[in-house]
T-cell receptor
């Protein structure tokens, strides 16, 4: 069966510090991978998606970036965090377009 | 603009009671509609998925309906349990790239 992991589960970072969140998927190959942010009281916002190694599409302009160094690894990064980057970050995968997305457990980020 | 509107924003019911959550969408063209359950601090978990030709789909005590003509969906929860307390998110897939549009969710609280 497929499993999706995210770490860390919780992170508290000062403004201006770098960020690296990791997501890995097990039990499948060539998944489509997604990064979402969920702010308090708001819906999920798609940040990045990837259909293959090294292929990243950005949905919104921001100070975040994403990379996919391996087939089942998706990394969300920032060089300098902003207060507005605080939120709940979710990684998800699908086997193809239009298929159900399976979400990871999420990372709660608090920027102070 | 593709939008998904959910109502009510929040709902409190007593254990054992039934409830119905609403989802209206303007996504076009339409591919499918999903309902997710998100426990606090966790990633969303898929409950049901319906395509254009499906009017109703059940998953245990959860029953989703879809009216593609009026672009409305509902999620009915029967004999609610304390564990049903969560946010329920309506997600519509559409467009040539199967882009997902997320509702902001309905926060359901089931009290004993």
């Amino acid at each position: 069966s497929q499993t999706i992991h995210q770490w860390p589960a919780t992170l508290v970072q000062p403004v201006g510090s770098p960020l690296s969140l990791e997501c890995t998927v097990e039990g499948t190959s060539n998944p489509n991978l997604y990064w979402y942010r969920q702010a308090a009281g708001r819906g999920l916002q798609l940040l990045f998606y990837s259909v293959g190694i090294g292929q990243i599409s950005s949905e919104v302009p921001q100070n975040l970036s994403a990379s996919r160094p391996q087939d089942r690894q998706f990394i969300l990064s920032s060089k300098k965090l902003l207060l507005s980057d605080s939120g709940f970050y979710l990684c998800a995968w699908t086997s193809g377009r239009g298929e159900t997305q399976y979400f990871g457990p999420g990372t709660r980020l608090l920027v102070l | 603009k593709n939008q998904v509107e959910q109502s009510p924003q929040s709902l409190i019911i007593l254990e054992g009671k039934n409830c119905t959550l609403q989802c209206n969408y303007t996504v076009s063209p339409f591919s499918n509609l999903r309902w997710y359950k998100q426990d606090t601090g966790r990633g969303p978990v898929s409950l049901t998925i319906m395509t254009f030709s499906e009017n109703t789909k059940s998953n245990g005590r959860y029953t989703a309906t879809l009216d593609a003509d009026t672009k409305q969906s509902s999620l009915h929860i029967t004999a609610s349990q304390l564990s049903d307390s969560a946010s329920y998110i309506c997600v519509v897939s559409g467009g040539s790239n199967y882009k997902l549009t997320f509702g902001k969710g309905t926060l359901l609280t089931v009290n004993p």
